[in-house]
């Protein structure tokens, strides 16, 4: 008998700001037709201006926790997946450890970027089969409107704010993958894809404002390969085909990218969750996002296997494969 991850709650919180297409289209050379064509996208939510990333995480969280029926009192790590912290240091992990008021502990942030939901994940998940927590709150949240170039229309229309968050509870296991509960992770990364994506400054040793830079047709191409790979890793490990899925629930990113990888695993796009019409890329708070509109709305229903892939600057990818 080991341990296992078992999701008992999830939450989330998208600021109250809406901007359309047809918003951004005022201010730049753009059009509604021409971002749904390419990304799917119609809408994005904004933080305010009192709000920061630990905001919208912290909301996340109290969902989370609400969702279970628990208190912060029973939960020993907080791991906050998240490019847009509020502060060089400290983690912007422990600023919502402490607004929570939850005082024992750990507290840490992961950077990975848009597969920085899959890392934390992957982190909590350890932690709690090796014994090191009972408790676990796994936290995506993004402030990405603070680092994008509003004057380049090729990524500031592509990118949201928002935050999601799972609550994970360390559970005896004999391993089989019908039990619920988090099956695997599997990351990676390849630095030499710096370029492809990446923010130009920004908190740290280059001392400069940093904007997000993309060459979209570069990081679409290794998308679907390295995402796909991962998936196979990911099914070949529990021993499961693509017939097994019930739910994927991708990094909400392009559209295109999305159907692609639906379209790969012979997976109908009605067992997708999508959210980037709604979102657009939350970087980190995606996967979680789309994890909670899905088992809020009675989609994911309890023992349904549910696959969840990403990738992001980096280049970082990776995949996971739990029980619901």
């Keep these: 008998m080991g341990l296992r991850s078992r999701v008992l709650g999830s939450g989330g919180y998208l600021p109250a700001q809406i901007v359309t297409n047809d ?14 064509q390419r990304t799917g996208i119609r809408q994005r939510h904004i933080a305010a201006h009192d709000e920061v990333t630990s905001t919208l995480g912290l909301r996340a969280a109290q969902g ?20 847009t912290p509020d502060e060089t240091f400290p983690a912007t992990a422990t600023r919502i450890q402490a607004a929570l008021g939850m005082t024992q502990g750990a507290a840490m942030d992961v950077q990975a970027v848009c597969s920085g939901f899959l890392y934390a994940l992957s982190v909590a998940d350890n932690a709690l089969r090796l014994g090191q927590a009972k408790r676990a709150l796994v936290v995506g ?26 609550l994970l509870e360390a559970t005896p296991t004999n391993g089989s993958a019908a039990e619920r509960g988090v099956l695997s992770t599997h990351l990676y990364s390849d630095g030499r894809f710096h370029d492809a994506l990446y923010v130009d400054g920004g908190p740290g040793s280059t001392k400069t404002t940093g ?11 290794y998308a679907v390969i390295k995402m796909a790979e991962a998936i196979d890793i990911a099914l070949e490990k529990n021993n499961l085909t693509p017939g ?32 980037v019409d709604r979102h657009a890329n939350t970087s980190a708070a995606s ?28 280049f970082t990818w990776g995949s996971a ?3 619901w």
């Design 23 to 36: 918003d951004l289209a005022q201010r730049l050379d753009t059009n509604d037709a021409w971002i749904r």
């Design 64 to 83: 989370a926790l609400a969702y279970a029926g628990l208190s912060p009192e029973s939960v020993d790590l907080l791991v906050c997946a998240t490019s």
């Design 141 to 166: 949240a993004e402030t990405f409107s603070r680092i994008l170039d509003w004057e380049d229309r090729a990524t500031c229309v592509l990118f949201g704010d928002g935050a999601g968050a799972l």
């Design 211 to 221: 904007h997000l830079r993309m060459q979209g047709r570069e990081v679409f191409k």
């Design 244 to 275: 097994d899925i019930d739910w994927m629930v991708p990094h909400q990113a392009n559209l295109r990218i999305i159907e692609a990888m639906a379209k790969r695993l012979n997976l109908p796009m009605e067992q997708v969750i999508v959210t």
């Design 287 to 314: 996967i979680p996002l789309a994890l909670h509109e899905g088992a809020s709305d009675g989609r994911i229903k309890a023992g349904e296997l549910v696959l969840l892939e990403a990738m992001g600057g980096g």
């Design 321 to 323: 494969l739990l029980r």
